[in-house]
């Protein structure tokens, strides 16, 4: 168990400047909770003096100072006031328009696959007026005290029997301070919620029941809080968030200068395809590999490697096979990347476009067998294949040592005979239900572009667009398309392959419009830093229906392209051009023939696929991110954190405020899918969203 910091240990600093910076930092909200049991009245004495600007307090131990202000009523009542803009969730985040409001809930529930709030102990943040941000610091920073994380409001409505002897050492009498406790207790109630949705504040629309409720997303302040804090002991990959007006955002925004870190986890896609059978073939004759060498050469490679061979140190026999496992589907997914290129040229070869004539100039080669071969006769090319991957490894300088290593050479081989044996398995044929056939298609759209979509999908990560936001596009697709034929169409689930993903760099400026206390000035709105990416992607939408509304479909797919959204995350959203790809709205009754089309997608590209890995808390969902290189976090949905309501200002008769929830995606590549086979993609490639009265999230069918 990780022993936290105690106040006495910094209370030893001798230098003044050096103890007043360490104490500062340690009552600041991105750092860990400072143990201060049994030094209440130095704790009393610090968070006092922090109630002034830095510059007017030389020394945080200033006894003289913190009696000074104990009894300057109207300094405390400043500080007493500022109770009052005490939340559990931030309403100004990152909107800063966002005024007059604040929001006290209650944990949302424990979700095993989904970190929130609900993983933590409430703790309490503060966002009003900009000014006030150091009054603030009296009853709002966190410490720990009898093994519990609290603050000097939370405490206060107790009226601790230690505190109280703290305040009476600096001259407060025993009446006052239970005035400020009564006082600080009617600020704080356990939950409290606006009356009114605030202009500013977003909202999103989300099936409820049978009709709509209108969910405004708030950020956590313990969630907040815990990713900083691992920020700061450079635990996972962070970007920064920029806040021009820190102060008016929050104090913990204010006391990060600003600079907010959200996990920055973009997904990897190879920005080139291996097709080009002609160049291929040029590069075989010219005695080149035309192999992907370039992921084995990756740090990923070298740290499963290393981990394979290290596994011994792990001290629980789980934990060694847990690492192990993880570690040979890492090296069968890498592998599956080295053999690439040549599984692409083998498909051109198998359907058509390329003779196999013009392959007799490299007959004889490793590469012709590898193109040529059946199916079943593919395990035979074990061995060259094998000694293929061992002399690139030997001839590379920064893996050179891993070439025949006795240790990972079984390793290496049964993971390559695994990915021969099954791109020789052939899945038998599935007899499709004729009755659910009639009851269901599916809709294939194909290399979808989109323009600055919105690359954080929630306020703790950038990467991957929302899952809710594919989800919210489709639902919108199905109102526009039902709305076209007059059916009752229900677009069900989704499964998603991203070919294409980019980050786009800059900040976009907010459009003109009526700002100003009394909307008479026409000016554009504050910058609020974000992350876009441009991407290009395929979908593929399972329809549920009637017969005789899936027969209108089939008659009439041009409404499938008429009806298409021009919206996707906050992004443009546009069709392939013209050019690119022939048809690229198609509709499939049978799965067998979808899946045979799904199977000659760019090698390139991921599919976004569902997990089970459970996680209870931040150091638990980085180590998944740090162990498997496949992995990506990204919004599953919304927790609701109050009743729903009738609020004014909501867009729908019901509206409540709900914490976005994080979870881990795989980003498995084309050819994993491909080698798993058809029961295996239906079965768990398939998005849905599980609207529940606790829950909003999106889950594997």
């Not at 600007?53 to 500080?79: F, G, S, Y």
């Not at 406790?181 to 606006?194: D, E, I, Y």
């Not at 996707?568 to 690119?580: I, K, S, T």
């Not at 022939?582 to 067998?592: D, F, H, N, S």
């Amino acid at each position: 168990m990780v022993k936290n910091l105690h106040l006495r240990e910094l209370l030893d600093i001798e230098d003044v400047q050096a103890r007043s910076a360490a104490l500062r930092r340690a009552f600041a909200a991105y750092t860990e909770p400072l143990d201060v049991t049994g030094e209440e009245s130095s704790a009393l004495i610090i968070l006092l003096n922090l109630t002034y600007p830095k510059e007017l307090v030389d020394d945080l131990l200033d006894k003289r100072l913190a009696r000074t202000t104990v009894n300057n009523q109207t300094h405390i009542d400043v500080c007493i006031d500022e109770v009052q803009w005490l939340h559990t969730h931030n309403l100004k985040y990152p909107d800063i328009r966002v005024s007059k409001q604040r929001l006290v809930a209650s944990s949302p529930q424990v979700h095993p696959n989904m970190l929130s709030s609900a993983n933590y102990q409430r703790t309490l943040g503060w966002s009003h007026d900009s000014a006030k941000v150091n009054f603030a610091k009296l009853f709002g920073c966190h410490f720990i005290w009898q093994g519990k994380v609290t603050c000097l409001a939370t405490l206060m409505c107790e009226a601790p029997k230690h505190w109280k002897e703290a305040f009476q050492e600096l001259g407060m009498p025993v009446k006052q301070f239970m005035n400020i406790c009564g006082r600080v207790k009617h600020f704080l109630p356990a939950q409290l919620s606006p009356d009114k949705v605030d202009k500013y504040s977003v909202q999103v629309r989300m099936p409820y029941r049978d009709g709509y409720i209108a969910v405004t997303p708030v950020v956590s302040h313990a969630l907040q809080s815990e990713l900083q804090q691992a920020a700061i002991k450079k635990q996972g990959r962070y970007t920064s968030l920029e806040f021009i007006r820190p102060a008016a955002v929050s104090e913990l925004v204010a006391s990060l200068g600003g600079n907010v870190k959200a996990l920055n986890y973009p997904l990897r896609v190879n920005k080139k395809t291996h097709g080009l059978g002609d160049n291929l073939l040029a590069r075989v004759l010219s005695g080149q590999d035309v192999l992907n060498q370039n992921v084995l050469s990756q740090p990923r490679f070298l740290r499963v490697l290393d981990e394979l061979l290290s596994s011994e140190s792990a001290l629980a026999l789980k934990q060694r096979r847990q690492q192990k496992v993880a570690n040979l589907r890492q090296i069968r997914a890498m592998l599956s990347e080295w053999l690439a290129p040549m599984l692409e040229w083998r498909l051109e070869v198998k359907e058509g476009p390329i003779l196999l004539s013009e392959l007799e100039p490299i007959n004889g080669s490793l590469e012709y067998q590898f193109l040529t071969f059946e199916n079943e006769l593919l395990p035979e090319l074990l061995l060259p294949l094998f000694g293929r991957l061992n002399s690139v490894m030997s001839h590379s300088a920064m893996i050179s040592q891993y070439a025949f290593h006795l240790r990972l050479m079984p390793l290496l081989r049964n993971s390559l005979k695994w990915l021969l044996t099954h791109l020789a398995y052939k899945e038998p044929l599935l007899q499709n239900d004729a009755e659910d056939e009639h009851f269901q298609r599916y809709l294939h759209l194909k290399g979808i572009r989109v323009f600055d979509a919105q690359a954080l999908s929630n306020p703790y990560c950038v990467g991957i667009p929302s899952l809710t936001a594919v989800w919210g596009m489709m639902h919108n697709y199905q109102r526009r398309l039902n709305e076209g034929l007059g059916t009752q169409l229900r677009f069900t689930s989704f499964s998603w392959f991203i070919r294409q993903y980019s980050s786009v760099s800059g900040k976009k400026l907010p459009e003109y419009g009526m700002q100003g206390a009394k909307e008479n000035q026409f000016r554009r709105a504050g910058i609020i830093d974000n992350r876009h990416c441009d991407l290009v992607f395929d979908l593929v939408i399972h329809i549920d229906g009637y017969e005789d509304d899936l027969a209108i479909l089939d008659n009439r797919t041009e409404m499938l392209k008429a009806s298409f959204p021009a919206n996707f995350a906050g992004g443009v959203m546009h069709p392939p051009e013209l050019d690119a790809v022939g048809a690229w709205c198609q509709l499939y009754q049978c799965e067998a023939e979808l899946f045979s089309t799904l199977k000659r997608l760019p090698m390139s590209g991921k599919w976004i696929m569902p997990t089970r890995y459970s996680m209870g808390n931040v150091s638990d969902l980085l180590f998944l991110l740090d162990k498997n290189s496949s992995l990506c976090p990204t919004m599953f949905g919304y927790l609701p954190l109050t009743e729903p309501v009738n609020r004014v200002g909501s867009l729908e008769p019901l509206h409540c405020y709900a914490e976005p929830a994080l979870g881990v995606v795989e980003c498995a590549s084309a050819i994993e899918i491909r080698l798993q086979g058809q029961i295996n993609y239906f079965k768990r490639a398939f998005w849905m969203l599980e609207a529940k009265e606790h829950s909003m999230l999106m889950k594997r069918i």
